[in-house]
């Protein structure tokens, strides 16, 4: 098993975790229920807590993948400026999350308003993750590729049939 094996096998908890804990945030929210609400915050702790594995990881993926053919550096770093993103706001999710859990324990007055800024934070946090689940998805699934991703591979699959013919 090599980095990026492992990468694969990581990298999709920090994504899939969020999402989750999002759905058990509102039925919380529905069904006015703590434990569910704390329960919610424990699975936006351990989706920050995938992000480290996740991190540590990338490089060594990137290693692997960067002298594939059609792999160019651009795309590549165009998903680690993604995941540099969706990491931070993990951790930020991770943090908030876990003060939340401690205020939900606790039965601090501003543990409603933590609740409200989670499901905010978690929302941003989404949509990185979805951006980096997709530019990392398109390094080797040309078919998912955007056009600007796909223009960044375009030129060099260009070379390679005029080369051949």
Same mark, same amino acid.
Request: aromatic share 10%.
């Given at each position: 098993m090599?980095?990026?094996?492992?990468?694969l096998?990581?990298?999709?908890f920090?994504? =899939?975790?969020? @999402?989750?804990g999002?759905?058990l945030?509102?039925g919380?929210l529905?069904? /006015? &229920? %703590?434990?569910? +609400?704390?329960?919610?915050?424990?699975?936006? !702790?351990?989706? *920050?807590l995938f992000?480290?594995?996740?991190?540590?990881?990338?490089e060594g *993926?990137?290693?692997? !993948?960067?002298?594939?053919?059609? =792999? %160019?550096?651009k795309i590549?770093?165009i998903?680690? %400026? *993604?995941?540099?993103?969706?990491?931070? @706001? &993990?951790?930020?999710l991770? #943090?908030?999350s876990?003060?939340?859990?401690?205020a &939900?324990? +606790?039965e +601090? #007055?501003?543990? /409603?308003?933590?609740t409200?800024?989670?499901?905010? !934070? &978690?929302?941003? $946090?989404? @949509?990185f993750a +979805?951006? #980096?689940?997709? $530019?990392?998805?398109e390094?080797?699934? $040309?078919?998912?590729? $955007?056009?600007?991703?796909?223009n !960044?591979?375009?030129p =060099? %699959?260009?070379e390679r049939?005029?080369?051949?013919?």
């Amino acid at each position: 098993m090599n980095q990026a094996h492992l990468h694969l096998v990581v990298n999709h908890f920090p994504i =899939i975790l969020p @999402f989750v804990g999002l759905l058990l945030l509102i039925g919380s929210l529905i069904l /006015k &229920s %703590e434990v569910i +609400k704390r329960t919610a915050y424990f699975v936006f !702790v351990l989706g *920050a807590l995938f992000t480290l594995p996740a991190f540590a990881t990338g490089e060594g *993926a990137e290693e692997v !993948v960067e002298n594939l053919p059609s =792999i %160019e550096d651009k795309i590549i770093h165009i998903h680690e %400026e *993604a995941a540099e993103t969706f990491g931070l @706001f &993990s951790y930020i999710l991770g #943090a908030v999350s876990a003060l939340g859990f401690w205020a &939900s324990l +606790k039965e +601090k #007055a501003f543990g /409603k308003i933590i609740t409200f800024v989670v499901l905010v !934070v &978690s929302l941003v $946090t989404l @949509f990185f993750a +979805k951006n #980096a689940g997709t $530019t990392g998805g398109e390094i080797r699934h $040309t078919e998912i590729r $955007t056009t600007t991703a796909a223009n !960044v591979i375009e030129p =060099i %699959e260009n070379e390679r049939y005029t080369d051949d013919n």
